[in-house]
Antibody, heavy 117, light 110 residues
Framework: QVQFVQSGAEVKNPGASVKLSCKAS????????IQWVRQAPGQRLEWMGW????????KYSQNFQGRVTLQRDTSATTAYMELTSLISEDTAVYYC??????????WGQGTLVTVSS | EIVLTQSPGTLSLSPGERATLSCRAS???????LAWYQQKPGQAPRLLIY???NRATGIPDRFSGSGSGTDFTLTISRLEPEDFTVYYC???????????FGQGTKLEIK
């Protein structure tokens, strides 16, 4: 079965960076994109970007102004999301998920990132 | 960027009633790339509808999607107690590759 296991919760100071991992299994990693979506407490879902699991092409939301970088390791079937210059408003649950023809069909359990001094 | 606006923000209905949730796009969205999700508290979203009208695997047939262009609808024909939660629409632009979500509709028990 398709499954994503995300790395554990993080607590970061403002101005720091965070790098999250997302281990995929149960499908051909290179045949689908990995999407990243975040959700601040009590707020809406916010799309961050996607990475093509096969060729590594990426697309990012303009809302992050170059602060986000997506990577993948095909041999490890793992995707990574790095967010830099953290501010308190980046406190959120970060989800990785499988992109499938424009929709997002399988989701990870989410990783809570807390930005606080 | 395509902005999705969902209405109403909150919908109060009783079990057994019919729910109609709206998603309006600021520009034309290909029906192929319009999806609906259900999210329960503390859980990741779950895909309900893809391609505007196709039910995802395991989704009960009381959920249906329709629409085209800039106006899309999620209908729940007979509300069950477990359906009272938050719903999001999402689009993917085939021209830019960008995605976006609506702000959500909360379905609450009247």
């Amino acid at each position: 079965q398709v499954q994503f296991v995300q790395s554990g919760a993080e607590v970061k100071n403002p101005g720091a960076s965070v790098k999250l991992s997302c281990k995929a299994s149960g499908y051909i990693f290179g045949a689908f994109a990995i999407q990243w979506v975040r959700q601040a407490p009590g707020q809406r879902l916010e799309w961050m970007g996607w990475i093509n699991g096969g060729n590594g092409n990426t697309k990012y939301s303009q809302n992050f102004q170059g602060r986000v970088t997506l990577q993948r390791d095909t041999s490890a079937t793992t995707a990574y999301m790095e967010l830099t210059s953290l501010i308190s408003e980046d406190t959120a649950v970060y989800y990785c998920a499988r992109g499938n023809r424009g929709s997002i069909d399988y989701w990870g359990q989410g990783t809570l990132v807390t930005v606080s001094s | 960027e395509i902005v999705l606006t969902q209405s109403p923000g909150t919908l109060s209905l009783s079990p057994g009633e019919r729910a109609t949730l709206s998603c309006r796009a600021s520009q034309t969205v290909s029906s192929t790339f319009l999806a609906w999700y259900q999210q329960k508290p503390g859980q990741a979203p779950r895909l309900l509808i893809y391609g505007a009208s196709n039910r995802a695997t395991g989704i009960p047939d009381r959920f249906s999607g329709s629409g085209s262009g800039t106006d899309f609808t999620l209908t729940i024909s007979r509300l069950e107690p477990e359906d009272f939660t938050v719903y999001y629409c999402q689009q993917h632009s085939s021209s830019t590759g960008m995605c976006s979500f609506g702000q959500g509709t909360k379905l609450e028990i009247k």
